[in-house]
């Protein structure tokens, strides 16, 4: 099994330090300083409203009023079969299947 350490690739000293002066010469990202690291805040205690916008806005599916409960039951693979033999949706028919057997 290799090793994700293994597999990364190795740079010479010459290298690191032609890189690590490039770093620092790059005037659109200096290196913070210690001052400004101590006047650090999280996001969003430095931007509230713009964080919770982006929270409230992080999409997926809307929030059901009615949300489903996940289960785990064992059921005949004859049924499941059956079930998903019709198709996509398989798992929403039983559970009208059982709505019905219960009078809902």
């Keep these: 099994m290799t090793r994700i350490a293994d597999s990364v690739l190795k740079i010479s000293d010459a290298e690191e330090a032609k890189i690590q002066?490039?770093?620092?010469?790059d005037p659109d990202a200096p290196e913070a300083t210690d001052e400004q690291l101590a006047k650090a805040k999280p996001f969003a205690e430095a931007l509230p409203e713009?964080?919770?916008s982006i929270r409230k806005n992080l999409g997926g599916r809307p929030?059901?009023?009615?949300p489903k409960v996940a289960v785990s039951i064992r059921l005949d693979p004859e049924v499941v079969d059956a079930f998903k033999a019709k198709g996509e949706g398989w798992q929403s028919r039983i559970n009208e299947t059982l709505r019905k057997a219960v009078g809902l």
């Design 21 to 25: 002066r490039q770093i620092a010469s």
């Design 50 to 52: 713009l964080a919770e």
């Design 63 to 66: 929030k059901s009023n009615n």
